[in-house]
């Protein structure tokens, strides 16, 4: 949500500016903006739209300058236009900012700042932040432009990833964090700086990632961190970057989306690799071996998330309730810091978050926390805010996810909460060699059996043809394939726009059985597993009024197949397995209804990557 790019060092700042731009286009936004020192103070050029509009802008300015910072803006505050659009420059013209996170208490710093004579030109509260530091750096004696940005930020309440350029102290940046992302990637007498790591991962391979509460003070020769709330140096812990840019391309596929389906089964295999013993096929989970004892003295654990994560905390669930006999309980991070949760300090809170940012993960982790909870971390992101905030964890190692809408991150979420729940059952002694070693062995032999499912993708292209202009969709599913309806329902809205809302199929009696007709789409998620005979049962209720059926069936179920208007076929496997191979076709079956539609599968309008706002 929101993109921060910036440099200071020798070389002209627009290539790595518009390019690094370019690069975080992922995290969702609706303006891009830039400014440059020049001989003749902060030049700011600003437009609502891509950034491809921002530089077909720009072609024919003077774009020169050694220091510079651009922004993508996702709207909060103030519609989204050029003049809401970031850069934003103070008043008087003396500091010029770049800002992602809210402001909270902008209000009341506006109506101060009226009072004090302050004008505004836009309706956004970095604006106000802007006035704000030049207020403190105006009205006090010997105030430098480092000390009017953390005064300012005292007086802040909210979230901050900002950069901030002061005309009269041209010869530096100033960075601060608090909740939202900042990296510094350190060259040879040069410094980047991004909201993550991927606008840098050409130019340098040691970065900084700002912990809350930091302010960096960046020249071309120097770089000095220090405390926004009393001043005093920090020593920066220098950390490598394991990126390449060849997971920054799209090598061929249409869209980042695709390919990051197409790149599961690689992906599935990185998150177990290395976490089972090849001979004894015992998990290890290296990250959480230091918290181990603790967690099997656990009396429950409770699993936090948001969107795609929370499906895959269902699952979750489902594993560890069935195989490893603890409590579980999935809670909506945006709902669990608000109503009081009950948290003791024998529970283990678990959360979950592709980006490692996700800002309501994150408050609720902080609360379970002082509570006094083991709090454990399921992330993608390495040095994410989650990374460093929990007490243990595991990667997820992904890779990269580009597209807005989660794919790889889902199945690869759902493979290591599979290995949580064996490495606790084993234990815990919940579960007997025989029923261990066959999930085993099925979990090695998902990603041959996606390779399969990923060739029969023009099959599936030429069913989302024939329903790419539906109004609403239904989808279905049970136990293990309830989450993943819900995922698969998830997929379709948010790229195609197209309604959809995904039910326990139990539950379809109680209500949704009323939008029933021959227009509506129901999807059904029905490998056979326990709860075959049921869903059946719910595919006849459906047919019996005029349903669009369909189905996600196990291949050479011929009496399903009979049954349906249409099929996605998927390997025999186990059931506790089953959600990762069944999930395919249905993000396979968005993507192309999006494409079909002509929708923007990679930047889907409203959404954003990575959610730093509450």
């Known amino acids: 949500m929101c993109g921060i790019v910036g440099y200071i060092g020798p070389k002209n700042a627009w290539p790595f500016l518009i390019k690094g731009l370019k690069r975080l286009e992922y995290r969702g936004y609706d303006s891009a903006g830039i400014a440059l020192f020049q001989n003749n103070g902060i030049q700011v050029q600003k437009k609502k739209g891509k950034v491809s509009e921002l530089e077909n802008f720009c072609c024919d300015l003077n774009l020169s300058g050694q220091i510079g910072m651009a922004h993508t803006r996702w709207a909060t505050h103030g519609e989204p236009n ?54 403190m750096y105006s009205e006090g004696a010997h105030v430098t432009a480092e000390l009017a940005v953390r005064m300012a930020l005292s007086r802040v309440v909210g979230a901050y990833g900002l950069v901030v350029m002061c005309k009269e ?61 009393n001043g005093d140096e920090l020593t920066p812990e220098i950390q490598k970057l394991e990126l390449s840019v060849g997971e920054l391309e799209k090598n061929g596929y249409e869209h980042f989306m695709l390919k990051e389906i197409f790149e599961q089964p690689r992906t599935i295999s990185d ?34 998330a948001c969107g795609t994560s929370w499906h895959a905390a269902l699952i979750g ?12 309980e999935v809670e909506y991070a945006s709902e669990y810091r608000y109503r009081k949760p009950i948290i003791r300090e024998d529970d283990i809170v678990l959360a979950i978050s592709q980006s490692g940012e996700t800002a309501d993960t994150l408050a609720a982790i902080r609360l379970a926390k002082e509570k006094g909870a083991l709090v454990l971390g399921i992330c993608n992101v390495v040095g994410s805010s989650i ?46 060699d025989e029923r261990y070693f066959s999930i085993i062995e099925d979990l090695f032999n998902i990603p041959e059996k996606i390779e399969s499912i990923l060739i029969g993708h023009p099959r599936i292209k030429e069913t989302a043809n024939k329903y790419k202009d539906s109004i609403n969709a239904l989808y279905l599913g049970r136990g293990y394939l309830f ?4 995922e698969g329902a998830l997929k379709l809205k948010e790229i195609s726009y197209i309604h959809a809302e995904g039910y326990a199929a139990g539950e379809m009696k109680h209500g949704p ?26 595919i006849q209720e459906v047919k019996a009024r005029k349903g669009n059926i369909i189905a996600v069936i196990t291949e050479g179920d011929n009496a399903l197949r009979a049954m349906v208007n249409d099929i996605f076929e998927i390997p025999k496997s186990d059931p506790v397995v089953s959600p990762l191979l069944a999930v395919i076709p249905l993000q396979l079956f968005a993507y192309y209804i999006a494409v079909l539609r002509g929708c923007d599968v990679d930047q889907p309008r409203n959404l954003a990557k990575s959610v730093t706002v509450e």
């Open 317 to 328: 669930e489902y594993l560890i309730e069935e195989y490893a006999q603890v409590p579980v």
């Open 169 to 229: 102290e041209p010869d530096k940046l100033i960075a601060a964090r608090k909740s939202s992302p900042l990296a510094i990637g350190i060259g040879e007498g040069e410094y980047y700086l991004a909201s993550d790591a991927t606008p840098m991962i050409e130019y340098t391979k040691n970065v900084v990632y700002l912990d809350d509460h930091n302010v960096a003070i960046i020249s071309k020769n120097s770089f000095i961190l220090k405390s926004v709330d």
């Open 82 to 135: 050029d003049v809401n659009a970031h850069p934003h420059v103070s008043m008087k013209g003396i500091f010029t900012i770049i800002h992602n996170g809210i402001i909270e208490n902008y209000e009341k710093l506006r109506k101060d700042l009226a009072n004090k004579g302050y004008t505004f030109y836009g309706e956004t509260d970095t604006e106000v932040l802007a006035n704000l530091i030049e207020y």
């Open 513 to 538: 059985i009323a939008l029933i007709d021959s227009n509506l789409p129901v999807v059904v998620v029905a490998a056979k597993d326990r709860y075959y005979e049921k869903i059946v049962s719910n």
């Open 271 to 304: 998150s177990f690799k290395g976490r089972i013993d090849p001979e004894t096929k015992e998990v290890f989970l290296g990250g959480l071996s230091e918290v181990m004892p603790r967690i099997l003295e656990a009396k429950r654990i409770i699993i936090i």
């Open 387 to 432: 990374a460093r905030e929990t007490h243990a964890g595991i990667y997820t190692h992904a890779g990269v996810e580009i597209g807005v809408a989660s794919t790889k991150a889902f199945t690869a979420q759902v493979t290591v909460l599979t290995l949580i729940a064996l490495r606790l059952a084993r234990r815990h002694k919940t579960i007997s």
């Open 483 to 486: 989450p993943v309806a819900l």
